[in-house]
T-cell receptor, first 112, second 112 residues
Framework: NAGVTQTPKFQVLKTGQSMTLQCAQDMNHNSMYWYRQDPGMGLRLIYYSASEGTTDKGEVPNGYNVSRLNKREFSLRLESAAPSQTSVYFC???????????FGPGTRLTVT | SQKIEQNSEALNIQEGKTATLTCNYTNYSPAYLQWYRQDPGRGPVFLLLIRENEKEKRKERLKVTFDTTLKQSLFHITASQPADSATYLCALQSFGNEKLTFGTGTRLTIIP
């Protein structure tokens, strides 16, 4: 039982490049989330998915897209990376009727 | 706009003493308040959830209080140990809303 896994752990991009961050959970959770964490800003919600086939914007969605591929997987795509997207990205999940969230280990992204 | 403040960026406590962390919020009527622990380079880990109609919740050496009149939660770690050193995040959630809003965290150091 791995919980929430994220790939890659680290990534360096040049401005304008694209990439997809992958997230998977094996807890049969309905809801999944993508956050970014920046110094002094706390965790901010980018997008979330309440169930397979649905996605909604969070606090800071601009510059990102998401796909809820199936119940297990929720990916985050940066189409044209910008230095402002340098951050640590966390994926999380939560079960139906349960409020606590389970987080992955994070992806540290640097955009130069 | 909604605002969550965790009153100290950093807190140093002598081993064995009680550590008390504060979470204040404005322009928010949360139904649930959660506390998470985050170690360097890792994702947050859920600790406790308290509901708006609960005054206090305990789990082993942890105690959380929730005062909706003062718009404040206090998080206590009794008999603190160096292993309790971490960043602690509070997060608020409205009723029927899966989204969490996080504070910026307090970095707690327990000094042997």
């Amino acid at each position: 039982n791995a919980g929430v896994t994220q790939t890659p752990k680290f990534q360096v991009l040049k401005t304008g490049q694209s990439m997809t961050l992958q997230c998977a959970q094996d807890m049969n959770h309905n809801s999944m989330y993508w956050y970014r964490q920046d110094p002094g800003m706390g965790l901010r919600l980018i997008y979330y998915s309440a169930s397979e086939g649905t996605t909604d914007k969070g606090e800071v969605p601009n510059g990102y897209n998401v796909s809820r591929l199936n119940k297990r997987e929720f990916s985050l795509r940066l189409e044209s990376a910008a230095p402002s997207q340098t951050s640590v990205y966390f994926c999380a999940s939560s079960g139906l009727g349960s409020y606590e969230q389970y987080f992955g280990p994070g992806t540290r992204l640097t955009v130069t | 706009s909604q605002k969550i403040e965790q009153n100290s960026e950093a807190l140093n406590i002598q081993e064995g003493k009680t550590a008390t962390l504060t979470c204040n919020y404005t322009n928010y009527s949360p139904a649930y308040l959660q506390w998470y622990r985050q170690d360097p380079g890792r994702g947050p880990v859920f600790l406790l959830l308290i509901r708006e109609n609960e005054k206090e919740k305990r789990k082993e050496r942890l105690k959380v209080t929730f005062d909706t009149t003062l718009k404040q939660s206090l998080f206590h770690i009794t008999a603190s140990q160096p292993a309790d050193s971490a960043t602690y995040l509070c997060a608020l959630q409205s009723f029927g809303n899966e989204k969490l809003t996080f504070g910026t965290g307090t970095r707690l150091t327990i000094i042997p």
